[in-house]
T-cell receptor, first 116, second 114 residues
Framework: DARVTQTPRHKVTEMGQEVTMRCQPI?????VFWYRQTMMQGLELLAY????????DSGMPKDRFSAEMPDATLATLKIQPSEPRDSAVYFC??????????????FGPGTRLTVL | AQSVTQLGSHVSVSEGALVLLRCNYS??????LFWYVQYPNQGLQLLLK??????LVKGINGFEAEFKKSETSFHLTKPSAHMSDAAEYFC????????????FGTGTRLLVSP
């Protein structure tokens, strides 16, 4: 049963510290998405990649957030420095990249980040 | 630009009652439409999607949705609610050309009482 995996599942850190979240997409999927979910803002798209290239990161605060795909099996989302307002659940999703055919996104279990 | 409106942040039903979750979309081009479900402390999971063809779409767990172009709607229904259906439900839209990101609604929390 292929699944998107995310690590860590929970992270508590202090303001100013660097946070790195990792995602392993489903093998063979060529699109990867990062979302942030909060009570106030709901589900927000931060960035997405196709074939490891960033297609859109307009939803991401550029001064402190960065997203990369070092290889096809790993996507990372970094926050440096972290702030209390970054506290949220961060989801990674992957998809087979069926352009024009209603690509389904498969979500990971999320990383719950708390910044004190 | 595309957008999705989900009417009602919370919907409460009794076990065995009809479930109706509303979704209206705005799109300048023919859309693809999706319903996702999120159980507590989990990621989103696809319930069903409309791309082309039959406008009544059946999904997992007994849910179905009907694409009504004239009403720009894609409401989600289930004839008889189960306690296990309690979750948050998200409607989403994307254009039907090229590769585009999904635009999600704000979600509707379904509460099921015994």
């Amino acid at each position: 049963d292929a699944r998107v995996t995310q690590t860590p599942r929970h992270k508590v850190t202090e303001m100013g510290q660097e946070v790195t979240m990792r995602c392993q997409p489903i093998l063979g999927h060529n699109t990867v998405f990062w979302y942030r979910q909060t009570m106030m803002q709901g589900l927000e798209l931060l960035a997405y990649f196709r074939n490891r290239a960033p297609l859109d990161d307009s939803g991401m605060p550029k001064d402190r957030f960065s997203a990369e795909m070092p290889d096809a099996t790993l996507a990372t989302l970094k926050i440096q420095p972290s702030e209390p307002r970054d506290s949220a659940v961060y989801f990674c999703a992957s998809g087979p990249g069926l352009a024009g055919k209603g690509d389904t996104q498969y979500f990971g279990p999320g990383t719950r980040l708390t910044v004190l | 630009a595309q957008s999705v409106t989900q009417l009602g942040s919370h919907v409460s039903v009794s076990e065995g009652a009809l479930v109706l979750l509303r979704c209206n979309y705005s799109s300048s081009v023919p859309p693809y439409l999706f319903w996702y479900v999120q159980y507590p402390n989990q990621g989103l999971q696809l319930l069903l999607k409309y791309t082309t063809g039959a406008t009544l779409v059946k999904g997992i767990n007994g849910f179905e949705a009907e694409f009504k172009k004239s009403e720009t709607s894609f409401h989600l229904t289930k004839p008889s609610a189960h306690m296990s259906d309690a979750a948050e439900y998200f409607c989403a839209v994307s254009p039907n050309t090229g590769f585009q990101k999904l635009v999600f609604g704000t979600g509707t929390r379904l509460l099921v009482s015994p």
